[in-house]
């Protein structure tokens, strides 16, 4: 059995889509980010680094993971699938994996920090984010105009990338012109395990603006 300790945020997101995509039976438990449960004693023998969302592998020994990134990976290879056995594809899937890790994710969650909860709005900063985010979405946009998933297949990549893009007007961010990017926004959104895993541990309509997440502010939405 898997445990998966998260909360509703892109990150959080990505582990549960994953896991109802590959049908590993698991239990959530919720992270009170607001409480700033994720920075007790207990969490970080989980995650040092006190962030979710993180899973425990119990069938492997009580095996931990945290980051995001690693956790897709592990359960691809864990269950043979969203990845593939082409050492070549894998790259192209890990490529995709990391652009959303090292920039797509930042840069968007920096832009939800200064438009949405700094105390000061710096209209430098803003700018900086949204526009760096947006220009993130337009490689994204080229790429599927080639391909139909970023990878080529549907898999991880797209698991990763989703859950963020998916909430661009939270940040600010509008995909207006991005036709692909559109096209693959409603195929990704159509998935009957993106569904199920988009809802945990909370329904899609009161994530990401609820009353925790406001209280959070800037804490919660570096998750």
């Known amino acids: 059995m898997i445990e998966l300790l998260t909360a509703p945020t892109p990150n959080g997101w990505k582990a549960s889509i994953m896991l109802e995509e590959v049908g590993l039976p698991y239990e959530v438990r919720p992270i009170n980010l607001g409480e700033l449960e994720q920075k007790e004693d207990w969490f970080l023998k989980v995650n040092p680094n006190g962030r979710i969302p993180a899973i425990i592998d119990h069938d ?7 980051e995001s990134g690693a956790i897709l990976v592990y359960l691809a290879e864990k269950t043979g699938r969203m990845w593939p056995s082409d050492a070549k594809a894998r790259s192209v899937a890990m490529q995709w994996v990391m652009f959303q890790m090292g920039g797509v994710g930042p840069m968007q969650g920096q832009s939800n920090v200064f438009f949405r909860y700094a105390p000061e709005k710096i ?7 949204q526009n760096e985010t947006r220009r993130l979405y337009e490689v994204m946009d080229r790429r599927l105009g080639e391909v139909e998933y970023l990878a080529g297949d549907y898999g991880i990549a797209d698991i990763s990338a989703w859950p963020w893009v998916s909430i661009h007007g939270w940040a600010g961010v509008e995909v207006d ?15 009957p395990a993106v569904q199920k895993g988009r809802a945990v541990p909370l329904p899609p309509e009161t994530a990401p603006d609820t009353e925790a997440l406001k209280k959070a502010g800037s804490k919660m939405l570096v998750q």
Do not use: M
């Not at 492997?60 to 945290?66: I, Y």
């Not at 209209?123 to 984010?129: E, L």
């Open 60 to 66: 492997e020994g009580d095996f931990a993971v945290f």
């Open 123 to 129: 209209q430098f900063a803003i700018d900086r984010y």
């Open 177 to 191: 012109g991005l036709e692909n990017l559109q096209r693959w926004l409603d195929a990704v959104a159509a998935r």
